[in-house]
């Protein structure tokens, strides 16, 4: 005979369900096209701080060293078989030479932060170029290729206020003067000083630092030593000019 304790424990295993053994939903893989985007993706962005790296620590070095060459200087070299090339500190270059590359190139150096605004906007508004400050002029120079191109002056742009927050504007100065070129070949202010006038780059006059700073627009074209009528003018009106920042203030950027 059953008992009703016997019937319960029945009852309730034929009501227990047998338990179900739950499967691990599988990730699904990603396909080959996928991979291919991801990996891309992973390139791009190692190029991008690769060139972000560069950028920073070719920056930061010429803060604090002398460039050995530029492109420029260095296809030039390989053109001539050699260029005259000799950097001086900026102890070394007379004042009035600092003040008449200023004064010819860009007579609000102190006062902008590498791009001047409101000369680019003059500039656009005559339609013609120009309006590259001697911060631009040194990037330019340094790190990029000559010509016209608007590939070279979006990078330039871009990377002339990263100059001018690592560098200061008597750094900047100092290396726009060491590597600007004088003539066919000769590359710094103490090269041409010794070219043009057989002194050193400390004791340039007036008038020769002034007409070396004319010439500095096109110096194939143009000599220092036997100028022009046109870099006459032109170096008397940099004299003046050099006499004027120096009085008004706009030259102690990098004089003090």
């Not at 030479?97 to 791009?115: K, Q, T």
């Not at 990263?162 to 726009?176: H, M």
Request: hydrophobic share 45%; aromatic share 8%.
């Amino acid at each position: 005979m059953v008992t009703m304790a016997e019937r319960k424990a029945a009852t309730k295993k034929t009501a227990r369900k047998p338990a179900t053994k739950k499967r691990r939903a599988t990730k699904k893989r990603p396909g080959l096209i996928e991979r291919a985007v991801l990996a891309g993706k992973r390139f791009v962005w190692a190029i991008a701080f690769a060139v972000v790296g560069f950028v920073l620590l070719a920056t930061l070095i010429y803060a604090l060293i002398a460039p050995p060459t530029t492109p420029y200087m260095f296809s030039e070299s390989r053109r001539l078989g050699g260029v005259a090339y000799d950097w001086v500190p900026m102890e070394d270059i007379a004042p009035v030479m600092a003040r008449s590359a200023v004064a010819a190139e860009d007579a609000n150096f102190c006062l902008h932060w590498g791009l001047d605004v409101k000369a680019i906007r003059a500039a656009v508004d005559r339609g013609r170029g120009g309006a590259s400050t001697i911060s631009q002029q040194v990037v330019k120079n340094v790190y990029l290729w000559h010509g016209r191109s608007w590939v070279r002056k979006s990078i330039e742009a871009i990377w002339t206020p990263l100059t001018e927050a690592a560098w200061s504007k008597r750094r900047i100065l100092e290396l726009y003067l060491n590597i600007a070129e004088f003539d066919e070949g000769v590359f710094g202010v103490q090269a041409g000083a010794r070219h043009y006038f057989g002194v050193d780059a400390a004791d340039l006059s007036p008038t020769q630092a002034a007409r070396l700073a004319a010439i500095l627009p096109s110096p194939k074209n143009r000599s220092a030593a036997n100028p022009s009528t046109f870099t006459r003018n032109r170096a008397a009106a940099i004299m003046s000019g050099a006499a004027t920042i120096a009085a008004d203030g706009r030259a102690d950027c990098f004089e003090t």
